[in-house]
């Protein structure tokens, strides 16, 4: 018992010191530059976000229960709890209408553009005006590719790639600026239709995501930032937690609208994208889902009266193999099986390749912006070289006598004429002279035993690798979907040709299974992918067979690198936090890492102003454990009583500037009373964001004032004990979406400093942990 009473003693001392010293003018760390400071945990919060560096916050998921915020709670009536809950789906249905109904643009849009310019190319061919069709074809790309491209480098560089990557930081709490502004929609849109119209290897799946993603921020905060709606309805979604269900909401109709699959796009946020889920989520997702079929099945229906140009044929079902009976026998899954293995070794190669890439991509996008256009425009040179050229390289072949279809000299069809004569077809013209959308639908052709060659389906996937990974990257909206579902069905219908000796299955359920193995290997999802590919082909029978697909492509993937996601979000520094821990965090504890951090900057809960001038001045935290010293312990009977230093809770940064721009000064040291602080702030005071300590001007007289911080101080923050694990806290951290931990001493003595420091998510990333402590092995199994 001596022993333990001196250890608490001894850690009330060096508590008590390190406190002292913080506060202490002559030693604080405050009066030191910040770049001169000693190495801590915490590395530079810049990322990567478009093609531009950018600083980087974390959101505020966690509710901050104040007695503003407790007062507001308590004085709403039933009517606006009622209110309340109508907005949320009123907002989603609105986000599933929006959504639906851009989508549909940019489909009709893509679809004319292309089909247009497809039809002079063919015209040209027709004459045997090859050069003439060549100038057309690569003219119209590189014009659309610049249009495209100069957008997204003048105006909103967030908008270019697909975005997917930072909605999922977003989801999981990183606040990745000017990703969602109007400008980076309006940008999105014509971008996206601009480059999915000039042929190049990208798709419009993840932009769709990304726009819907807009829509729901843009909706949920009122409009853009400098034009935001200040309605009083709006003001319940003034935080980050709304704003969150509302994104993934969002997320998921982008998906529902890029594949019409409305069950797919649940998953999909439910899998990939979402950190936080909960059942009611799961209801307004879908809810926003179904609107967006809705919306997509009457377009489709007006477009079929032929108001629509080009644009109109088809139904909700995107690439249909139901026509064909789907039969398969034991000996079927060794070819299956061998489709997954392949689409793990392949998508796993795919990602290191990217990855490669993309290294190079950044130091070129480094250097300016005529840099960028310039890569974009040569890669679209390239892509209209390719796919006009390598056709010639590909035999003629007849038709067949009783198909009418055959050849075709249209935009679209399975055998293009190209410079064929007649009776005659040429099948890669068939794949590389078309849209992407066409491509995926020939190639997944049904009851076509003989339609390809495998020299042809050779040269369009060795194409179609190449152009995947120099494409992706560039400055123009892109989406993998589409790239990686034309590279997988290549090999797979290859694989179908080599077998058809020795199995049923038809060789486009080959493709089928060769685009869901390698999506699988390259995005390792399972779930949503299995729905999506389902409501994607009709067929219902494909179910066993894709799942086993997917499951082993994920598995053989899993074993060699990251997802392709992951990837994008290590490579652009975004501090995102997996789901599993890494085995050697169970090695060192929360109160080891915040040993080897600055002190903490704490406030007393009435405090000078002066002090809180300096301390938002000199700090860039932003939150503030708010210490209530000298509070009086009661003690066993006979004793004399002691004093403490109670922890009241923490004060966000936001918090401190508004109380310093309303002036919420007095001339003593005192609390306040509750009808003194709802007459000067309410909750939606409070939910503001974006005031700078820059704007606020403090004159010398009022520094020597004081602010009461205990109504402004959330009072129940998230703590834990300074002996738990990292990869316990850091599992805590993630599923309740915090922004800080407090850390707390694991003697609660009388003299004990009541905080030991301060976790934020920077602190929890595995490899700034290992810049501080080298010795922890970062290899092995993840754990939890």
Same mark, same amino acid.
């Given at each position: 018992?001596?022993?333990?009473?001196?250890?608490?003693?001894?850690?009330?001392?060096?508590?008590?010191?390190?406190?002292?010293?913080?506060?202490?003018?002559?030693?604080?760390?405050?009066?030191?530059?910040?770049?001169?400071?000693?190495?801590?945990?915490?590395?530079?919060?810049?990322?990567?976000?478009?093609?531009?560096?950018?600083?980087?916050?974390?959101?505020?998921?966690?509710?901050?229960?104040?007695?503003?915020?407790?007062?507001?709670?308590?004085?709403?009536?039933?009517?606006?709890?009622?209110?309340?809950?109508?907005?949320?789906?009123?907002?989603?249905?609105?986000?599933?209408?929006?959504?639906?109904?851009?989508?549909?643009?940019?489909?009709?849009?893509?679809?004319?553009?292309?089909g247009?310019?497809?039809?002079?190319?063919?015209?040209?061919?027709?004459?045997?005006?090859?050069?003439m069709?060549?100038?057309?074809?690569?003219?119209?790309?590189?014009?659309?590719?610049?249009?495209?491209?100069?957008?997204?480098?003048?105006?909103?560089?967030?908008a270019?790639?697909?975005?997917?990557?930072?909605?999922?930081?977003?989801?999981?709490?990183?606040?990745?600026?000017?990703?969602?502004?109007?400008?980076?929609?309006?940008?999105?849109?014509?971008?996206?239709i601009?480059?999915?119209?000039?042929?190049?290897?990208?798709?419009?799946?993840?932009?769709l995501?990304?726009?819907?993603?807009?829509?729901?921020s843009?909706?949920?905060?009122?409009?853009?930032?400098?034009?935001?709606v200040?309605?009083?309805?709006?003001?319940?979604?003034?935080?980050?937690?709304?704003?969150?269900?509302?994104?993934?909401?969002?997320?998921?109709?982008?998906?529902?609208?890029?594949?019409?699959?409305?069950?797919?796009?649940?998953?999909?946020?439910?899998?990939?994208?979402?950190?936080?889920?909960?059942?009611?989520?799961?209801?307004?997702t879908?809810?926003?889902?179904?609107?967006?079929?809705?919306?997509?099945?009457?377009?489709?229906?007006?477009?079929?009266?032929?108001?629509?140009?080009?644009?109109?044929?088809?139904?909700?079902?995107?690439f249909?193999?139901?026509?064909?009976?789907?039969?398969?026998?034991?000996?079927?899954?060794?070819?299956?099986?061998l489709?997954?293995?392949?689409?793990?070794?392949?998508?796993?190669?795919?990602?290191?390749?990217l990855?490669?890439?993309?290294?190079?991509?950044?130091?070129?996008?480094?250097?300016?912006?005529?840099?960028?256009?310039?890569?974009?425009?040569?890669?679209?040179?390239?892509?209209?070289?390719?796919?006009?050229?390598?056709?010639?390289?590909?035999?003629c072949?007849?038709?067949?006598?009783?198909?009418?279809?055959?050849?075709?000299?249209?935009?679209?069809?399975?055998?293009?004429?190209?410079?064929?004569?007649?009776?005659?077809y040429?099948?890669?013209?068939?794949?590389?002279?078309?849209?992407?959308?066409?491509?995926?639908?020939?190639?997944?052709?049904?009851?076509?035993?003989s339609?390809?060659?495998?020299?042809?389906?050779?040269?369009?996937?060795?194409?179609?690798?190449?152009?995947?990974?120099?494409?992706?990257?560039?400055?123009?909206?892109?989406?993998?979907?589409?790239?990686?579902?034309?590279?997988?069905?290549?090999?797979?219908?290859?694989?179908?040709?080599?077998?058809?000796?020795?199995?049923?299955i038809?060789?486009?359920?080959?493709?089928?299974?060769?685009?869901?193995?390698?999506?699988?290997?390259s995005m390792?999802?399972?779930?949503?992918?299995?729905?999506?590919?389902?409501?994607?082909?009709?067929?219902?029978?494909?179910?066993?067979i894709?799942?086993?697909?997917l499951?082993?492509?994920?598995?053989?993937?899993?074993?060699?690198?990251?997802?392709?996601?992951?990837?994008?979000?290590?490579?652009?520094?975004?501090?995102?936090? #997996?789901a $599993? !821990?890494? =085995?050697?965090?169970?090695?060192? &504890? %929360?109160? /080891?890492?915040?040993? +080897?951090?600055?002190?903490? @900057?704490?406030?007393?809960?009435?405090?000078?102003?002066?002090?809180?001038?300096?301390?938002?001045?000199?700090?860039?935290?932003?939150?503030?454990?708010?210490?209530?010293?000298?509070?009086?312990?009661?003690?066993?009977?006979?004793?004399?009583?002691?004093?403490?230093?109670?922890?009241?809770?923490?004060?966000?940064?936001?918090?401190?500037?508004?109380?310093?721009?309303?002036?919420?000064?007095r001339?003593?040291?005192?609390?306040?009373e509750?009808?003194?602080?709802?007459?000067?702030?309410?909750?939606?005071?409070?939910?503001e964001?974006?005031?700078?300590?820059?704007?606020?001007?403090?004159?010398?007289?009022?520094?020597?004032?004081?602010? #009461?911080? $205990? !109504?402004? =101080?959330?009072?129940?923050?998230? &703590? %834990?004990? /300074?002996?738990?694990? +990292?990869?316990?806290?850091? @599992?805590?951290?993630?599923?309740?979406?915090?922004?800080?931990?407090?850390v707390?001493?694991k003697?609660?003595?009388?003299?004990?400093?009541?905080?030991?420091?301060?976790?934020?998510?920077?602190?929890?990333?595995?490899?700034?942990?290992?810049?501080?402590?080298?010795?922890?092995?970062?290899?092995?199994?993840?754990?939890?």
């Open positions: 018992m001596e022993e333990v009473n001196r250890f608490v003693e001894s850690e009330a001392e060096r508590y008590q010191q390190e406190y002292d010293d913080f506060n202490d003018p002559e030693s604080n760390d405050l009066h030191h530059p910040l770049l001169k400071r000693n190495r801590t945990l915490s590395s530079s919060p810049l990322a990567i976000v478009g093609t531009k560096v950018s600083h980087i916050e974390s959101l505020d998921y966690e509710i901050n229960e104040n007695d503003l915020f407790k007062q507001d709670w308590r004085s709403r009536s039933k009517v606006q709890v009622l209110q309340y809950i109508l907005m949320k789906w009123l907002l989603a249905f609105l986000v599933g209408i929006l959504t639906g109904g851009i989508a549909t643009l940019i489909n009709l849009a893509v679809e004319n553009i292309a247009y310019k497809l039809l002079a190319v063919v015209n040209y061919i027709d004459e045997e005006r090859y050069m069709g060549f100038l057309v074809m690569a003219g119209a790309n590189f014009f659309l590719t610049l249009v495209a491209a100069l957008l997204c480098v003048l105006f909103a560089p967030t270019a790639g697909p975005g997917i990557p930072e909605i999922k930081a977003y989801l999981n709490g990183v606040d990745t600026p000017d990703m969602f502004g109007a400008a980076t929609l309006i940008v999105k849109i014509i971008g996206s601009g480059a999915v119209s000039a042929g190049l290897d990208l798709g419009k799946e993840g932009p995501v990304h726009i819907g993603s807009c829509i729901a843009l909706l949920g905060q009122g409009g853009p930032d400098n034009y935001r200040k309605w009083r309805w709006l003001r319940y979604f003034n935080n980050d937690r709304d704003r969150r269900d509302l994104i993934t909401c969002g997320s998921s109709s982008g998906v529902c609208a890029a594949f019409r699959a409305p069950v797919g796009g649940v998953l999909f946020a439910l899998e990939e994208v979402a950190t936080w889920w909960r059942s009611a989520l799961l209801w307004r879908f809810f926003s889902a179904a609107v967006v079929v809705v919306v997509l099945r009457a377009a489709i229906e007006v477009c079929k009266s032929g108001y629509c140009g080009l644009f109109g044929h088809g139904g909700l079902i995107m249909d193999v139901s026509g064909v009976e789907v039969r398969y026998h034991a000996f079927d899954l060794i070819p299956v099986a489709i997954g293995i392949l689409g793990g070794l392949l998508g796993s190669l795919y990602n290191y390749a990855h490669q890439v993309l290294k190079v991509y950044n130091v070129i996008n480094k250097k300016g912006k005529m840099h960028k256009l310039v890569l974009a425009l040569s890669v679209s040179i390239f892509t209209s070289v390719c796919l006009y050229g390598l056709p010639f390289l590909a035999q072949r007849p038709c067949d006598p009783l198909d009418s279809s055959c050849p075709s000299t249209g935009r679209e069809g399975n055998f293009k004429q190209f410079n064929c004569p007649k009776g005659h040429n099948d890669l013209a068939t794949l590389l002279l078309t849209t992407n959308d066409d491509a995926v639908r020939n190639i997944f052709s049904i009851n076509t035993p339609e390809f060659n495998m020299f042809s389906l050779a040269i369009f996937f060795a194409l179609y690798c190449i152009l995947g990974l120099i494409t992706f990257g560039i400055a123009v909206p892109s989406g993998l979907f589409l790239p990686i579902i034309l590279m997988g069905s290549a090999y797979g219908r290859m694989l179908g040709i080599a077998m058809a000796p020795y199995t049923k038809d060789q486009g359920l080959y493709a089928v299974l060769g685009a869901a193995s390698l999506m699988a290997g390792r999802m399972t779930v949503s992918l299995c729905v999506i590919f389902l409501e994607l082909t009709n067929n219902l029978l494909l179910l066993p894709t799942m086993l697909v499951l082993i492509s994920k598995t053989v993937g899993d074993c060699f690198n990251p997802s392709i996601y992951e990837i994008i979000l290590e490579l652009k520094g975004l501090p995102f936090l #997996d $599993h !821990p890494e =085995t050697w965090m169970r090695n060192i &504890t %929360v109160g /080891e890492l915040a040993d +080897v951090k600055p002190p903490v @900057v704490t406030l007393n809960g009435v405090e000078r102003v002066g002090r809180i001038v300096e301390v938002l001045k000199n700090t860039t935290h932003n939150g503030f454990p708010v210490v209530d010293s000298g509070i009086t312990v009661s003690t066993p009977l006979g004793s004399s009583p002691n004093s403490a230093n109670e922890l009241h809770g923490m004060i966000l940064r936001a918090h401190l500037v508004l109380a310093l721009k309303k002036k919420w000064f001339p003593e040291p005192r609390r306040t509750d009808w003194e602080v709802r007459k000067e702030f309410t909750s939606i005071d409070l939910a964001r974006g005031i700078t300590i820059q704007e606020v001007t403090v004159t010398k007289a009022e520094m020597d004032m004081y602010v #009461d911080l $205990h !109504p402004l =101080t959330n009072t129940t923050p998230y &703590t %834990v004990v /300074e002996s738990m694990s +990292v990869a316990k806290a850091l @599992v805590l951290f993630r599923q309740v979406g915090l922004r800080h931990m407090l707390l001493p003697y609660q003595a009388a003299g004990v400093f009541p905080v030991v420091g301060i976790l934020t998510r920077q602190d929890l990333i595995a490899h700034n942990i290992l810049d501080v402590f080298p010795h922890l092995s970062s290899k092995g199994k993840k754990g939890l």
